[in-house]
């Protein structure tokens, strides 16, 4: 259809009022495609400031008309516009309803744990009896399926445009890491912060990338028809949005944040509260090292300190209880000329003893992995010397 082809054209070019025009008209034709107006919701959705009152009665109708088709991927792409709709309509009961829904129908969907986190803070974040704790939706929306094309496209509002993909048509051609193999990382310095998600076959025409001072947010359409959504937020500190950039290339999405605050060390890349009541010190080792290295002098001192002040207690089979054999080698210090004191202790206790004692000795020692010792055979010949692993530590096979 040839209205179709205009309206996919005008959502290649970002251009949300002539999509929602187009895809009307195609809908004057096909009253009933749900796909349609998934593709209108999606566009008012777009427009900036979004249309979610639109976008909503889009959505809701594609769910009547995907119902009256048997269409379950249909249905499941409706009832998710539907929901995200309600969300940008600070309807969050209704909206977290609606993706339940979405969940029962297909788990699979990749953007539930990305909504289900969205509506969980929203909902936590009201309080008791609030009306907006109050479910009003149904599963099937109460309405008459519309006989024409409605509403009409007069009713976008126009203005600058959020880049954001309004369609989830994605070329069959192009080779996409699927959504569950997709992973992101970062790192810093003392000016930005350089965030990286590894996905290939992202298309840069369709691809929504929006960064704000608190948060990040990428969208885009996937193969399966589906479309892929990341939101951060909020992010450890504010950041500069004017001076962050970002660039599509053919494996990976990279974003440069501009810290707010120079100097400031991030802790990590999300925080679990307000990004702009966070009060984080700058770190004075991400722009000059002397502050630092006193802190880091001191640090080992202190840990020194500590390492020398209690000197550990092997496990032993001993009936006189567990010994101090650092101990015992510095007391043995006199007898030794030079070397490593707790080792010449060791090899002289060893040369000197029995062969039984020998044997106690090495057995104990390979048998509980180094961490009992003991003197005596006719305790440790009766069977295995069990592993002994310090207080507050547990025992581990190499490949576990």
Avoid: C
Avoid at 111 to 131: C, M, V
Avoid at 142 to 152: G, I, L
Avoid at 172 to 187: C, G, L, N
Avoid at 364 to 393: C, I, R
């Amino acid at each position: 259809m040839e209205q179709v082809a205009r309206g996919e054209a005008a959502l290649k070019a970002q251009d949300y009022p002539e999509a929602i025009k187009q895809f009307t008209a195609a809908l004057t034709q096909s009253p009933s495609s749900p796909i349609y107006y998934i593709s209108r919701s999606k566009a008012y959705q777009r427009l900036s400031p979004p249309d979610h009152e639109n976008a909503l009665v889009d959505a809701e109708n594609a769910v009547i008309f995907a119902r009256q088709r048997a269409k379950r991927e249909l249905i499941v792409q409706a009832q998710l516009r539907r929901a995200i709709a309600l969300f940008g309509l600070e309807r969050y009961a209704d909206g977290n309803f609606v993706l339940d829904i979405v969940k029962r129908m297909d788990p699979k969907e990749k953007t539930l744990s990305i909504w289900s986190k969205k509506f969980s803070d929203r909902l936590g974040a009201l309080p008791e009896g609030d009306e907006k704790r109050v479910v009003h939706v149904s599963e099937v929306p109460d309405r008459e399926p519309p006989k024409e094309a409605v509403p009409n496209p007069s009713t976008a509002r126009n203005g600058s445009l959020a880049p954001k993909t309004a369609s989830a048509l994605v070329d069959k051609e192009v080779v996409q890491t699927p959504a569950s193999k997709i992973r992101h990382e970062w790192y810093q310095n003392a000016e930005n912060v350089y965030f990286t998600l590894f996905a290939k076959g992202v298309p840069k025409d369709k691809a929504a990338i929006e960064v704000t001072s608190n948060s990040i947010s990428i969208s885009f359409p996937l193969q399966t028809s589906s479309t892929y959504d990341l939101s951060l937020e909020p992010l450890w500190a504010l950041v500069d949005a004017s001076k962050s950039t970002y660039s599509i290339l053919s494996t990976k999405i990279e974003i440069i944040l501009k810290k707010a605050s120079p100097g400031q060390k991030w802790a990590s890349l999300e925080s679990t509260g307000p990004a702009a009541q966070l009060a984080i010190e700058p770190s004075v080792g991400i722009g000059g090292g002397k502050s630092e290295e006193k802190t880091n002098e001191k640090a080992s001192v202190d840990e020194t300190k500590t390492k020398t002040a209690t000197a550990p207690a092997y496990p032993t089979s001993s009936r006189t209880g567990p010994k101090d054999w650092d101990k015992f080698a510095s007391d043995m210090k006199d007898d030794d000329e030079g070397g490593d004191e707790v080792n010449a202790f060791f090899k002289k206790l060893y040369a000197g003893a029995s062969d039984d004692t020998k044997r106690a000795m090495m057995k104990s020692y390979q048998e509980s992995n180094g961490t009992a010792l003991s003197t005596n055979w006719a305790e440790v010949g009766s069977g295995p010397v069990k592993v002994h692993p310090p207080d507050g530590m547990v025992a581990k096979k190499w490949d576990e």
